[in-house]
């Protein structure tokens, strides 16, 4: 339940703030009852909201490095969502066995970003053996934005565009050939989005009658963010999300 309200309250923010955003292939999107691997290149704070919101009303997991978690409201409200902390400089075996159990049992799928970092180009091999050991597709996706909080004040264009659901189940083992070509099949993925992306990507000059809309529309989200925070930390010393996973 928290989820969902955070996810539209996140989506209603960036609407006020932006308002330009716009989805594609939404039809390549598994359905509802399938659980899968949403993958994206990291590029900006706010992609993996607009990836949430247009694959609704399904719910993730995802992982998170553990610096994330040391501020307790922020790291609260991410546990809630579905995040798990990840070291990143010893993961672990959890890192694997918890999202698999995850992707097996429950009805939530899982958001990675197999580069890591916002902005690297390499895609790791997480996410091709958790696929495997979990039975599931790969759906990529990619987003094509502003980078900065002022491009989104500016109601710079947002593009999510979706590619079709990558099979990994002919290759037989995941070992250093396999993890390649899976990487490979995910980064031809991401650059075939891009490309697609790139002929709806246009610029144009904001238009000034949407301040008189804008203006209310981001007082209202900032006062509900603030009573959401305001809750949120109270509820922190009340609710352990760990402990209801």
Same mark, same amino acid.
């Given at each position: 339940?928290?989820?969902?309200?955070?996810?539209?309250?996140?989506?209603?923010?960036?609407?006020? /703030?932006?308002?330009?955003?716009?989805?594609?292939?939404?039809?390549?999107?598994?359905?509802?009852?399938?659980?899968?691997?949403?993958?994206?290149?990291?590029?900006?704070?706010?992609?993996?909201?607009?990836?949430?919101?247009?694959?609704?009303?399904?719910?993730?997991?995802?992982?998170?490095?553990?610096?994330?978690?040391?501020?307790?409201?922020?790291?609260?409200?991410?546990?809630?969502?579905?995040?798990?902390?990840?070291?990143?400089?010893?993961?672990?075996?959890s890192a694997i066995k918890y999202p698999v159990s995850m992707l097996k049992k429950s009805n939530r799928s899982l958001i990675m970003f197999p580069s890591g970092s916002r902005h690297s180009q390499d895609?790791?091999?997480?996410?091709?053996?958790?696929?495997? !050991?979990?039975?599931?597709?790969?759906?990529?996706?990619?987003?094509?934005?502003? !980078?900065?909080?002022?491009?989104?004040?500016?109601?710079?264009?947002?593009? !999510?565009? /979706?590619?079709?659901?990558?099979?990994?189940?002919?290759?037989?083992? !995941?070992?250093?050939?396999?993890?390649?070509?899976?990487?490979?099949?995910?980064?031809?993925?991401?650059?075939?989005?891009?490309?697609? +992306?790139?002929?709806?990507?246009?610029?144009?000059?904001?238009?000034?009658?949407?301040?008189?809309?804008?203006?209310?529309?981001?007082?209202?989200?900032?006062?509900? +963010?603030?009573? +959401?925070?305001? /809750?949120?930390?109270?509820?922190? /010393?009340?609710?352990?999300?760990?402990?209801?996973?």
């Open positions: 339940m928290f989820y969902t309200y955070l996810r539209r309250l996140v989506v209603f923010l960036l609407w006020a /703030f932006n308002g330009n955003a716009h989805y594609h292939n939404l039809d390549r999107i598994p359905s509802v009852e399938e659980n899968y691997i949403l993958v994206a290149p990291h590029r900006t704070w706010w992609d993996p909201v607009y990836m949430a919101f247009a694959t609704r009303p399904k719910q993730f997991i995802f992982m998170a490095k553990k610096e994330l978690f040391t501020n307790r409201l922020f790291g609260w409200w991410i546990r809630m969502c579905g995040a798990f902390p990840i070291d990143r400089e010893n993961p672990g075996a895609v790791k091999g997480g996410v091709a053996v958790i696929a495997k !050991m979990a039975k599931v597709r790969i759906l990529p996706a990619t987003y094509v934005g502003p !980078m900065n909080l002022k491009g989104l004040l500016n109601r710079e264009r947002v593009d !999510m565009n /979706f590619g079709h659901p990558i099979d990994i189940s002919d290759i037989k083992k !995941m070992d250093d050939a396999g993890v390649e070509e899976v990487a490979r099949r995910i980064q031809n993925a991401f650059h075939q989005l891009d490309n697609e +992306t790139a002929t709806w990507h246009v610029t144009k000059k904001p238009n000034p009658l949407w301040w008189p809309i804008r203006i209310p529309s981001i007082i209202l989200a900032v006062i509900l +963010t603030l009573l +959401t925070a305001i /809750f949120s930390w109270f509820a922190s /010393f009340v609710w352990n999300p760990e402990k209801h996973r």
